[in-house]
Nanobody
Framework: VQLVESGGGLVQAGGSLRLSCAAS????????MSWYRQAPGKQRELVAV????????NYADSVKGRFTISRNNPKNTVYLQMDSLKPEDTAVYYC???????????????WGQGTLVTVSS
């Protein structure tokens, strides 16, 4: 299974960006999908997580009310809508997916390559 992220870039404070993460590969079932971020000199932190059905979401306190995670299961894609961006949101954003390989029934955890989000003041 591979995750490919897109949508990062440079934006001014107060602006918006939408990140996408598409999963592909051999047969698998995805469970929770998440977005993490890592700012320069800091540890990677969880930003948002969404359950397999999309019915449950959780957010880091720092992004609550500004970011929205969603998913499109037929497309095996998760999104992160980021509004009211702040300079402190500047980081590399990583997609994470947990699931099960249908053929082997092995549990999977996969990371994307990361996409850079830069918010200027």
């Amino acid at each position: 299974v591979q995750l490919v992220e897109s949508g990062g870039g440079l934006v001014q404070a107060g602006g918006s960006l939408r990140l996408s993460c598409a999963a592909s590969g051999r047969a698998f079932n995805l469970n929770d999908m998440s977005w993490y971020r890592q700012a320069p000199g800091k540890q990677r932190e969880l930003v948002a997580v969404i359950s397999s059905s999309g019915g449950s979401t959780n957010y880091a306190d720092s992004v609550k009310g500004r970011f929205t995670i969603s998913r499109n299961n037929p497309k095996n894609t998760v999104y992160l809508q980021m509004d009211s961006l702040k300079p402190e949101d500047t980081a590399v954003y990583y997609c994470n997916a947990k699931g099960v390989d249908i053929l082997t029934t092995k549990l999977l955890e996969v990371w994307g390559q990361g996409t850079l989000v830069t918010v200027s003041s």
